[in-house]
């Protein structure tokens, strides 16, 4: 049996129907944010992530699947997503009429990582970048977008950090801060760490091998190295999230994986009881020097990614109900073969007005079609019926009540319209927006 590869997982039955709704309700969602969607390719050139993640990383150094082509080019597959945005914004030349550009992206991404809970070797990320601003409002904006999220879709034990690498300035003293701190104790600390102290000292702080060792607990801080305008900024950044109701706290540790960041970087965690030690759902932040590392304008740049499964499993784990449609509406049964082609036009014609329509492909009996039409959880039954075709009846059978009447077929479409009300998952976005913005508006 070829199975699939480490690290990967299938998806499909519920849990899929799960993903596509949690899918549609970001849709509706950065629709009201305003944020376009943006699809890059899966794979790049390698150079991309090595300039735009950072040489040094953990997610370069051990995890990128590299290969060649058959024409000899190096190619990754995308560990993560900003890079491929940073660098389509480059290429496209969106930044060309000076406006601010706000994306929003949902796919999979690739890391070669040691597999366990919460980590996986293909995974799906749902992300947004905005770029060509400074202005810390649109940190806040990025930081509250997906706790309203996770409001939307039902989750509650959820814990905002933040912390502020500050300016250039600012991160460059820290940097020096940090390199003298760790410097005599170096021997203590991890190979990587060793490695890291040279080339890129804030990222000890995020060493998976070392998070628990004193000497990484008792580092110096960031804030303590912020210059007045970064301090500023950062003071700015939380009286908007507070404008905004966002709870949060602020994690002097917190320096995040890649090298491209500076002033805000942010994290959520889930804090739902019996989620695994990976609880981190998304965090994001600030990229100033991105663009430009990467050959374009300077450009000022805030994202964040989330990691779709650890979404889900935080949504399964606080047991928030999704209300997904696993079931079918009308059911159509049949025996003779005049009655299957009647049954095959008016799949279609009730399908085609909107509602969710099967049928038997087997060619059971009667007595089987009912068993199917219950694992499928069928609303309504239409059994067809050759003497009642003849007089444009058909007999429609409530699937719950066990009623049964005969209804004419050209009234079929009201009578279903008047007895199955559905409510579009779409609507769900629009009437939590809603909700929370008559709150606000209400205390304004
Ligand atoms: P990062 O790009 O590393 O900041 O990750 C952003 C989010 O993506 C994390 O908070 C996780 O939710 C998710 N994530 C990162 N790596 C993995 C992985 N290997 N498997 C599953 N989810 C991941």
Not at 118 to 147: H, K, W, Y
């Amino acid at each position: 049996m070829i199975t699939k590869p480490k690290g990967c997982n299938d998806l499909y039955g519920i849990e899929a129907k799960k993903w596509k709704y949690v899918d549609k309700v970001i849709d509706a969602l950065m629709e009201k944010y305003n944020y376009s969607y943006i699809r890059t390719p899966i794979f790049e050139s390698t150079e991309l992530f090595h300039r735009g993640v950072g040489e040094t990383t953990d997610i370069v150094t051990k995890e990128t699947y590299d290969f060649k082509d058959r024409s000899d080019r190096s190619l990754s597959l995308r560990p993560e997503g900003t890079a491929s945005i940073a660098r389509s914004y480059i290429e496209n030349k969106m930044y060309a009429n000076g406006d601010v550009v706000k994306v929003y992206y949902n796919g999979t991404m690739y890391r070669y990582e040691r597999p366990q809970a919460g980590r996986d070797r293909e995974f799906t990320q749902f992300g947004c970048e905005v770029l060509g601003t400074d202005d810390p409002m649109v940190d806040a904006e990025v930081i509250s977008m997906p706790v309203v999220l996770y409001k939307l879709l039902g989750l509650r034990e959820i814990k905002v950090r933040i912390n502020s690498l500050g300016d250039n300035e600012s991160r460059k003293n820290y940097r020096e801060a940090l390199y003298n701190y760790f410097e005599p104790h170096i021997g203590e600390l991890c190979e990587d760490c060793q490695e890291r102290l040279k080339k890129n000292p804030l990222r000890i702080l995020d060493c998976k091998v070392d998070k628990d060792n004193d000497l990484l607990k008792n580092a110096p801080k960031t804030i303590d190295y912020l210059n007045e305008d970064s301090k500023k900024r950062f003071e700015d950044v939380q009286a908007y999230l507070n404008e905004l109701d966002i709870d949060f706290e602020i994690d002097e540790r917190l320096v995040r994986g890649l090298d491209y960041y500076n002033h805000t970087v942010f994290e959520i965690d889930t804090l739902a009881e019996g989620f695994g030690s990976n609880n981190t759902l998304g965090g994001g932040g600030r990229y100033n020097g991105l663009v430009k590392e990467l050959g374009g304008p300077e450009t000022s740049c805030m994202g964040f990614a989330m990691g779709f499964g650890r979404v889900m499993e935080a949504l399964e784990i606080e047991g928030v109900e999704l209300p997904i449609k696993d079931d079918v509406e009308v059911f159509i049964m049949y025996v003779s073969e005049t009655e299957k082609m009647f049954a095959t036009s008016l799949t279609q014609y009730l399908r085609g007005n909107g509602f969710r329509v099967d049928t038997d492909y087997s060619g059971r009996g009667l007595k089987g079609q009912f068993k199917i039409a219950d694992r499928l959880k069928a609303k309504y039954l239409i059994i067809l019926n050759d003497e009642d075709l003849k007089n444009d009846m058909v007999r429609v059978k409530d699937n719950v009540k066990k009623s049964e009447e005969e209804v004419p077929v050209d009234y079929l479409i009201y009578y279903f319209d008047e007895h199955l009300q559905d409510e579009d998952e779409m609507d769900e976005a629009d009437k939590f927006l809603k909700e929370n913005e008559g709150e606000k508006n209400e205390e304004i």
